[in-house]
């Protein structure tokens, strides 16, 4: 494969604006990015899902490069239409559509979260150098996260009653050797985390699994202070935590230590299904704040002001976003020892790792009382982010890839 121009077509269930989490962020991201460096990407989602899972529209709105052409899926069908594919793992009322699309032909076919797009059969269509990134644990759990009975981290199967605690539908399909079958049409399968590389290899199915780590974006975040001028930033010091309130997160263990802990705040950045029962939690608790949505650029001044981030996640991470971004600010974190966060601390140096709660009140301590400390973790983690994590070191080692698989005969290019 030459260093010319390549066309891409992203296949997932969420892009933004309609999507819940990193996943789709992640996507837009790197659409973008290619496109940046002169490439053409098609994005296919599917907006019936997420006004399944969401029942209303998008509040928010996204931009995209002009050489991004998005094509949002809709169906007839409605909700019964991810619903089928969930079920079956077929992609029924969508197919003859993402098959029209794919018929233009693309180099790189990338597949992302393909749960309520396409299933596993979708990894059969179209021609190309064909990826699969692993964001989650779609591949081996039918909740995607490996977190049992929304309690516990995973470490033992419960599948069927797991999936009933969740309220998904059993998919019988899963028991069957439809996934091993098409995953066969799958070139590489991307890992962000050598956790997730090696949980996928230890206890998955037979796949190439590659190591590619993500990336955090600076576009579109101020390089100085002026944005801030507008916002009333908090005269104590504070802890950050940011991403969605969910029990998985994390955030109702953080509510406990800082019901005693008062020499500091705690401000919570974002949204989510548990918000009003960790609201209720810290009812009467003076130093939390929850803000609620946030926008890129006040958080990223939220990020800069942050004695550090706290990533309290209590199940198998496999590389959290919001870590990268606050290294790009230079501010340090604080990850529980769990899946692939703590990984981007050792090998960046710029954070602090706790398994207990007392072990996060000792690294939150020696952060406040040591602020040269607080400083240098706090650049280890921006050098680690230019050297490792910045969106043009995840494209070259993207497109590198690439070439490799090109060169060496992929699934793809052997069936042209």
Not at 109 to 137: A, C, D
Request: glycine share 8%; with cysteine; charged share 25%.
């Amino acid at each position: 494969m030459t260093d010319r121009p390549l066309s891409f077509c992203m296949i997932t269930t969420f892009y933004p604006p309609y999507n819940f989490g990193g996943d789709g962020i992640f996507i837009h991201r790197l659409s973008n990015e290619l496109a940046r460096n002169g490439h053409k990407v098609d994005v296919i989602h599917c907006i019936d899902s997420y006004r399944l899972l969401s029942g209303r529209e998008p509040e928010q709105g996204y931009d995209d490069h002009p050489n991004v052409t998005v094509h949002g899926l809709k169906s007839r069908a409605g909700f019964l239409s991810p619903l089928l594919t969930h079920q079956t793992g077929i992609p029924f009322f969508k197919s003859s559509r993402i098959k029209e699309i794919l018929k233009k032909g693309f180099d790189v076919i990338h597949y992302h979260n393909i749960s309520l797009v396409g299933g596993p059969r979708v990894l059969q269509y179209g021609e190309g150098v064909k990826l699969y990134t692993m964001y989650e644990y779609w591949l081996l759990c039918p909740t995607h996260l490996l977190f049992r009975f929304n309690r516990e981290a995973c470490q033992k199967k419960h599948c069927m009653l797991c999936s009933l605690i969740y309220r998904i539908p059993p998919q019988l399909w899963r028991y069957t050797g439809m996934l091993k079958r098409n995953v066969r049409h799958v070139d590489a399968f991307l890992a962000m985390s050598h956790f997730c590389k090696d949980i996928h290899e230890k206890i998955g199915l037979d796949i190439p699994v590659r190591y590619l780590p993500s990336f955090s974006s600076s576009e579109g975040i101020a390089d100085n202070l002026s944005e801030e001028a507008g916002h009333n930033m908090p005269e104590r010091p504070y802890f950050l935590f940011t991403g969605r309130l969910v029990r998985l997160k994390g955030l109702h263990t953080l509510i406990t230590v800082f019901r005693n802990y008062r020499k500091a705040d705690l401000l919570i950045a974002g949204a989510g299904s548990d918000e009003p029962k960790l609201k209720k939690l810290a009812q009467g608790i003076p130093n939390i704040h929850f803000l609620g949505y946030v926008s890129d650029t006040r958080l990223s001044s939220l990020y800069r002001q942050a004695a550090a981030l706290i990533v309290s996640s209590v199940c198998f991470e496999v590389s959290p976003l919001v870590i990268m971004e606050a290294f790009r600010e230079k501010t340090p974190v604080i990850v529980r020892n769990i899946g692939g966060m703590p990984e981007l601390v050792q090998e960046s140096g710029g954070g602090l790792i706790y398994e207990t709660d007392d072990e996060l009140v000792d690294a939150m301590e020696s952060l406040l009382e040591n602020r040269s400390g607080r400083d240098e973790l706090g650049m280890k983690g921006y050098e680690a982010y230019c050297k490792n994590w910045t969106a043009q070191a995840h494209v070259n080692q993207y497109l590198e890839l690439i070439r490799e698989i090109a060169d060496a005969g992929g699934k793809g290019i052997n069936e042209k």
